[in-house]
Structures are given as structure tokens and as C-alpha cells.
């Protein structure tokens, strides 16, 4: 008989472990998965983890990786404050898209001026759009007691509604012959975010993450704010105890998942996406919950859960693509990764014990 | 010689990592009071289980009467004619008291019988309760009463009694005795099981005293003095705390008129509270559980806020202010709950150091967390206060009860505070943890703090408080002296029996 048994203390050992273990169980998994599918389920594999990284298009695969992880890295860690915390914001999806509305915004009303300072702005715009749409859920949950729950993931619905009507309305080019979408900001040169270097998918968002990872370890290890909010995660009598005021914590977690979102939103709009449409969004914010909890809440494991997480979109997408998968199965493909994840996180907490129950 | 109503020979139950019982015997005689001593964690309560069917022991065997016994569940345990009070009570609030006895029959009789039988035990006992009134308005002590004549009803040998006047008065105390002498002398056996010595030197014929799951002795309370029975629980010779001399001084705390509305559906509102601490004094408050002692904390503490001028430090208004504010003029406190409130289970020791102390330790520059000062904070609350931990870096929850609490208070302790107020300091916490404890608090206010201990157990109280006074629903008493205070005149502080009716017998 298998019995759990709660540990004096959490494993960390294991709490290192649990997303390699993970990663593991899910290629076998996966892998079953894919022969069952009637494809081979090392090739599969290999062309999900592998082909992106050191295949023969690995020139092209790698910026790629880069254009698709630092939005997740942004938003997921974001959403690991608030989640530590307690305070789950559901909605970045929603925020994503208003930050990328306020950003895109904010640039083409200088269309055509070129200046140095319009992308700068972008940035400030698509921070507040976020921060703006993360505000609503938060004031309603500190003023009446509402669930940010349920709040944040309807506005990302509404958000959804605004993205298309300003496709179609007050940001569509007027030189679109028509089509729904805005002006290609890729080619309005104030406002795009280009790559740092050439070809390199190194844009400015990807620097953002990089930026937002430390400033989050920073936070979270060093500082008051940091330690009140895993503080209200573990002990939320004891944060009360400890002087922590709820409310200001409910503001500045939804705050910053919010502005982090909408950044990610903004970095996108005028970089590798280049116009606001109507199909701009595509997940990012959700899959980003999955990113922060694959990472454990923390900075550095949400930077490599981010790659992780990058890598099995594309591979997943080559593998669509020269092996006839169909996309469905890596969609449960990428499930599997998290279920695997939480079903072992909970070896961090307790052990497994073979045996007769009650006996020392 | 008489066969004992029931004799345990060699008992062993081990759980994974500890063996709760090991190698237990006594018997218990028929019509005697068998005390069961023993610290939290010593295996009493492990013991009373196996016998009421609850655990399986691993080896060791029961003979009820000469006969084997080895109850299957509760049931078999009950129609062998065992009956046990628990500590906590199993009623429902919205039922009347016979609806209540009803459930925790096998085959209830009417209800008019059944009212009528609840009636003729409660009055052939001296318990007098009302068949028909609803579970919710009635005392702690009633609600025992309730409990004690479920028991009754199935004309039990023996009744198993686990800690029951922790929620009682004194004069519900005295009642409850005159209940359990009168069952004895018609011959029932009871099983009674505290850790208040003096309550089992008055009532027990017998004790067995049990410490990490032996059977370390066994002797007649009446003829042992309750500082013996202590040490063969403790099994070391016990330090009583002393009290130096104390210069009392100005008054530090001052609560006049404090109002404050119950938090939740649950608690207790504060209704008109006063009271006054000086510098060097111990006020202890004394009640029974429930009667607004955690609210009374929350407001001291700074969680919960009241008007502005109903606390007062130094002659300060603080009210209003927050937690750290408070602590940061000197009021600092400990809540009884260790485990989630005063600390946070899965964090360090480092981490629940800085919980309290980040202000009165320099422990934060500007928001960002000194760790080296942290850390060498909670080691100097460990090694100053015996804690009993590897190291710092241990999360809380992997502390003993009494080990977290010492730190608990010793966190406060080492901030130097000018207030401290604690809630149930010693709750749970094995003797010799318990004497440091009360020890740190009167050198603390040897050293001029002024300190609020809120406790439920009045022998610590008296121990250590200059003055007394109780909180009976969220109202409290005047305070007076505790020198000379009588066990009498402190349970009429408490509230008496609750309107409990002394039975006549």
C-alpha cells in the first residue's frame, strides 16, 4: 500500500527536482501519446525538443524562440507576485491586449513625425494600459470584496471586444483599402521595436524580461515588499500580524502583473506582430499562468520554464508541420507538462511510504 | 483478591517516527476515579483511544472484567458499557439538547421517552438540564452536561473523561465533581485525564503517570503532593519561576472605554473594556476560552483598530495605528495560535525573526532585509531561549509546540519591549518550557515592562500576575490584586457557573 506522509519541512531537494521530473514524465508520456497517434514517438520528441534549438533551421528557429519566450517570461513574472501573494490575476491576457492598444496608441498618434522620444512614450503608454485594465479588478476587490478571479478573466473578454472594435474603427489604417488592422508599425520607424541586433529576435522585450527576472529576485530576496508578499501567501493571519496592509498588497500585485502585461502587449504590437488586429491576441496571457507555475513562482525558474514553454510551441509547430501531428495533441502535449508538474510538486511537501500503514 | 474492572497489559502503539504507547499497564478498579497523567505529547490520549476502540494497538492486550477486550470501533467499545467525554464536544448548535443525545444513539426512543429519561438522569445526578433548549444557547459547561448525560444513558462501567474542566470555572468545576463523586459511589469507574494537579489530588483515588508513552509511576494523589506528581511527569526536578522585587511605575498602557464590534459571525464583540498596566506590573486576564481574549489581543496588537483614545501608550493615543507603528512605540505582543499567526509554518526561523522584529531590530534599511542581522537575531532568540532547532534556517513548523512557543515569546522578549501582551503563553508547551517561559516574563517586568498575559490557566496566572482580572463575553472585570484572590471570588469574576443551576442532591 502507498501512503503520503507530510515532511517536518519541504523538500528543496525535491523542489529542484519536481520540473525535471516533470519534463521527463512528460516525454514518456507524450511520447506514448504519439505512438498511439501511429508516429514515432522518439522522432516526435526530438523534433519537439531538439529540431528548434540545433536542427538544420535552427537559424530560424532561435530568434524565434527568443519573439515567443520573453512575452511569457514578462507576464509570468508578473503574475508569480501577486500569485505568492495569494492574489490571482486570471486576466493578462486582457491586460496584454490593452497594454498593446495603449502602446500602439500612443504611437501612431505622431504618425508620420519621426523622434526619438515617440518610442519612449509607447513603452510609458502600454505600462499604464495594462496597469489601467488590472486596476479595475483590483479597486473592486479592495473597495467590495470582489473575486479578482472572476473579475480579471471577464475584463480580458471586454478587452477582447475593444481590440476589435479599434481594429475596425478609430485605429484601422485609412490606407487598408478597407481591411480591418492598424498601420504596419514595423514600417513607422519612431515606433517599431526592431531587433537589437539584426536578426537576432533580440528586441526590447526580450531585454524587459531579462530586466523585470531581476528586478523580481531582487524584490522577492531582498526586500520588504517582496518578503510581506510571500509572507500573505504562506501565512495570511501572520502578514496581518506582521503589519501587512491587504489592500495596498492587492494594488501593487495587480499593479504590476498588470503593467508587466501590458508591456509584453506593447513589445509586441510594435515588434514582431507590427499592427493592432483583430486576431492580435494569441494566449500569451493564459499560457503565461502556466510559465509561472512551471517556474515555481520564482524569477529564475520562470526565465528557463519560459524557454521551456517557448521551445514546445515551435517544436510543437514543427513537428505540426513535418510530421502531420495534429495540433491538438500538443496542445495535451503542453498540459501534460503541467499537469506533470503539479501532480510531483507534491513530493516537495510529502513522501512516499511503501508498506503497512501505522507501523514505525 | 477482586478481578479490576479493567486491566491493559502491555500496550504498545507506534506511530511512523514515534511510539506514543509503549509497554503500558495498570488497571482501573471497579467505582474508582483513575487519573491519567501526563504532559502534551506524553500518549494519554493515544492510550484512551485504544481502549475506546478508536486506534488498534500493536501489541499488549485488555481484559474488561477477566475477559479479553479488543473493541473493533466506538460501537463495540460503547455496548461493552465504555463511554468517554471528549475534550471537544460533537453537538450541533441549530438541535435541541435531546435531538443532540438522539444522534449518538443506535436506536433512539421516541423523543418524549427520550426527554423524559434525559430528565430523570440529569436530576438523579445533579446536572440539571432541559431536554428542549437549543444546543446554541447554552454554556461550555452545559454543553459538557450534554455530552456527560449522553454518557449516562447508556448506564456505562466505565466513563472516560479527556480534560474535561478546561472549559470550566471554578464553580462549574465544582459542580462537574459533585457529579462524578456521586457516579463513582454507585459504583461506576471513571478514567480522568488532566494535567491539573491539583483538580486530581481532590478527586482521583488512583493516578498513573505517563511520560513519552511509558508508564513511569503510579501513586495516590491525595497522599503525593502535586509538585511530586509534576516532576515524575516532567521527570526532571522542576524550577519554579521567581519573582524578584518590582518597582511599579507610571502607567504604560491605558484602555478606557474600548468598544470594539466581533470580527466575524464567530467572535466576541469587546463591550466597555478598561484597564490600566504601569511600568513593571503583570495584569493577568483569566476566562474561559472564547470570551473575547482573541479579540482583546487583535486590538492590542494593532490588528484590529478601535477608536483613537481607547488605547493609550504612554498617555499616546494609538488606536488607530497599525502593527508596526505600535511595535515601533514599544507594544509589542505574542497571539496564542503559533502556527499561522505568530509565525508562519514553512518559513525559516531567520524569516519568521524578521516577522515581528524588522523594526526594533534595524533588520531593514530603506525596504530592502538586513539577512546577516536577521539571521543573527533569530539565533540569539534560540540560544537565549534554549530552542531546540538545528539551526535558523529550519522552517517553523518542523519545531515541537513548546520549542516554536519559546521562540515566539522570545522573539518579543529580545526586542526589549515596553508592553508585551500575550495570549496563552504556555498553551501546549511541556512543564520545564513552561516554567522558562513564566520566568522570562517576571524578569521582564523586573526590568520595568509592563506586561498583559492572557491565559485560561489560572495557576499560571497566579503564579506570576501583581493583578487579576477576567473577561466574561468580551466584558471585563475591575482588576484587583491578585494576592490573596480566592479560587471563589475568581471564578465569580469568570461569571460564575454561566447560570449553570447548582443541583441539590
Excluded at chain 1, 525535471?20 to 504519439?34: D, E, P, R, S, Y
Aim: proline share 5%; glycine share 10%.
Amino acid at each position: 500500500m502507498i501512503r503520503l506522509e507530510k515532511r517536518p519541512q519541504p523538500s528543496r531537494a525535491w523542489s529542484i527536482a519536481t520540473p525535471l521530473v516533470a519534463v521527463l514524465a512528460t516525454m514518456i508520456a507524450g511520447g506514448l501519446l504519439f505512438a498511439i497517434l501511429g508516429k514515432d514517438p522518439v522522432e516526435a520528441i526530438r523534433t519537439i525538443f531538439w529540431e528548434p534549438l540545433f536542427g538544420e533551421f535552427a537559424f530560424y528557429y532561435r530568434p524565434q524562440l527568443l519573439i515567443k519566450g520573453a512575452p511569457l517570461v514578462l507576464i509570468a513574472i508578473g503574475l508569480s507576485l501577486g500569485f505568492r501573494a495569494g492574489i490571482w490575476n486570471i486576466g493578462a491576457e486582457g491586460q496584454y491586449i490593452m497594454g498593446a492598444l495603449f502602446g500602439a496608441g500612443m504611437g501612431l498618434a505622431f504618425y508620420p513625425l519621426e523622434a526619438w522620444y515617440i518610442f519612449p512614450l509607447m513603452v510609458i503608454a502600454g505600462a499604464f494600459g495594462g496597469w489601467l485594465w488590472a486596476m479595475i479588478p483590483a479597486l473592486l476587490k479592495v473597495r467590495f470584496g470582489t473575486n479578482e478571479i472572476l473579475v480579471s478573466l471577464m475584463l480580458v473578454y471586454v478587452a477582447e471586444q475593444f481590440l476589435a472594435s479599434m481594429s475596425l474603427g478609430l485605429l484601422k489604417n485609412p490606407e487598408g483599402f478597407g481591411f480591418p488592422g492598424s498601420r504596419n508599425l514595423q514600417q513607422y520607424e519612431s515606433a517599431h521595436n526592431a531587433d537589437l541586433i539584426a536578426g537576432s529576435g533580440m528586441h526590447w522585450g526580450v531585454v524587459a524580461a531579462l530586466i523585470a527576472v531581476i528586478f523580481a529576485y531582487v524584490l522577492l530576496n531582498r526586500h520588504m515588499l517582496g518578503y510581506q508578499i510571500r509572507l500573505t501567501g504562506e501565512a495570511p493571519r501572520a502578514a496581518r500580524f506582521a503589519g501587512v496592509r491587504p489592500a495596498r498588497l492587492i494594488l501593487f500585485c495587480l499593479g504590476a502583473s498588470g503593467m508587466l502585461a501590458g508591456l509584453a502587449g506593447m513589445f509586441e504590437v510594435s515588434g514582431p506582430s507590427g499592427q493592432v488586429s483583430i486576431d492580435f491576441n494569441v494566449g500569451y496571457g493564459f499560457t503565461a499562468i502556466i510559465v509561472a507555475f512551471l517556474g515555481r513562482l520564482h524569477p529564475v525558474g520562470i526565465l528557463l520554464a519560459g524557454g521551456l514553454m517557448a521551445l514546445t510551441y515551435i517544436g510543437g509547430d514543427i513537428a505540426q508541420s513535418n510530421m502531420g501531428l495534429p495540433s491538438a495533441a500538443i496542445q495535451v502535449f503542453q498540459g501534460m507538462l503541467l499537469f506533470f508538474l503539479l501532480a510531483f510538486d507534491l513530493l516537495t511537501n510529502f513522501r512516499l511510504r511503501l508498506g503497512k500503514p501505522e507501523v514505525a | 483478591m477482586t478481578v479490576p474492572l479493567l486491566s491493559l497489559q502491555g500496550l504498545t502503539k507506534a506511530y511512523p517516527g514515534v511510539v506514543a504507547n509503549d509497554q503500558v499497564s495498570f488497571d482501573i478498579g471497579e467505582g474508582e476515579v483513575h487519573a491519567l497523567l501526563g504532559e502534551n505529547g506524553a500518549g494519554k490520549s493515544t492510550l484512551v483511544k485504544m481502549i475506546y476502540g478508536l486506534v488498534k494497538p500493536d501489541s499488549g492486550q485488555m481484559l474488561l472484567r477477566g475477559a479479553p477486550f479488543a473493541p473493533a470501533e466506538p460501537r463495540a467499545a460503547r455496548a461493552d458499557g465504555i463511554a468517554m467525554v471528549f475534550q471537544h464536544f460533537s453537538l450541533f448548535d441549530a438541535l435541541n439538547v435531546a435531538e443532540n443525545i438522539a444522534l449518538g444513539m443506535e436506536n433512539p426512543p421516541a423523543m418524549r421517552d427520550l426527554a423524559s429519561r434525559i430528565r430523570e438522569v440529569s436530576e438523579t445526578y445533579g446536572l440539571p438540564l432541559d431536554p428542549f433548549r437549543t444546543v446554541g444557547d447554552l454554556s461550555a459547561g452545559e454543553r459538557q452536561r450534554v455530552e456527560i448525560i449522553r454518557c449516562l444513558l447508556q448506564d456505562p462501567k466505565l466513563l472516560i473523561m479527556d480534560e474535561p474542566t478546561s472549559v470550566l470555572t471554578p464553580q462549574e468545576v465544582e459542580i462537574l465533581f459533585e457529579t462524578l463523586q456521586k457516579l463513582r459511589s454507585e459504583g461506576t469507574s471513571i478514567l480522568y485525564i488532566s494535567h491539573k494537579l491539583e483538580e486530581i489530588r481532590k478527586l482521583c483515588d488512583h493516578a498513573t503517570i505517563l511520560r513519552l508513552g511509558k508508564n513511569v509511576g503510579e501513586c495516590t494523589p491525595a497522599e503525593t503532593s502535586a509538585r511530586d506528581m509534576a516532576e515524575m511527569m516532567v521527570g526532571t526536578a522542576l524550577k519554579t519561576p521567581t519573582r524578584s522585587d518590582r518597582i511599579v511605575g507610571n502607567v504604560a498602557l491605558d484602555i478606557s472605554g474600548l468598544s470594539v464590534p466581533a470580527p466575524s459571525a464567530f467572535g466576541t464583540s469587546l463591550k466597555n473594556v478598561h484597564l490600566t498596566v504601569r511600568k513593571g506590573e503583570i495584569l493577568g486576564i483569566g476566562g474561559v476560552a472564547g470570551n473575547g481574549q482573541d479579540e482583546l489581543l487583535a486590538v492590542l496588537s494593532g490588528e484590529a483598530l478601535s477608536a483613537a483614545d481607547a488605547v493609550k501608550l504612554h498617555g499616546k493615543p494609538i488606536g488607530r495605528l497599525g502593527p508596526v507603528a505600535r511595535r515601533r512605540l514599544g507594544l509589542l505582543s505574542a497571539p496564542e495560535e503559533r502556527l499561522g499567526h505568530a509565525a508562519a509554518p514553512d518559513m525559516s526561523l531567520t524569516e519568521n525573526a524578521l516577522l515581528t522584529a524588522a523594526v526594533r531590530e534595524n533588520l531593514e534599511n530603506r525596504g530592502f532585509l538586513n539577512w546577516p542581522a536577521a539571521k543573527a537575531f533569530a539565533k540569539r532568540v534560540i540560544s537565549e531561549f534554549d530552542v531546540r532547532t538545528p539551526g535558523p534556517e529550519n522552517a517553523a513548523r518542523s519545531l515541537s509546540g513548546g520549542n516554536l512557543q519559546k521562540f515566539v515569546i522570545g522573539r518579543e522578549v529580545l526586542q526589549r519591549p515596553e508592553v508585551l501582551v500575550v495570549n496563552q503563553p504556555t498553551w501546549g508547551v511541556d512543564a520545564s518550557a513552561a516554567a522558562a517561559i513564566r520566568q522570562s516574563l517576571l524578569d521582564l517586568a523586573a526590568g520595568g515592562a509592563a506586561i498583559i498575559c492572557i491565559s485560561q490557566d489560572l495557576d499560571e496566572l497566579m503564579e506570576i500576575s501583581d493583578s487579576f482580572a477576567a473577561l466574561n463575553e468580551g466584558r471585563l472585570s475591575a482588576p484587583r490584586a491578585a494576592a490573596g484572590l480566592t479560587v471563589d471570588e475568581i471564578g465569580l469574576m469568570m461569571g460564575g457557573a454561566h447560570g449553570m443551576e447548582v443541583a441539590h442532591v
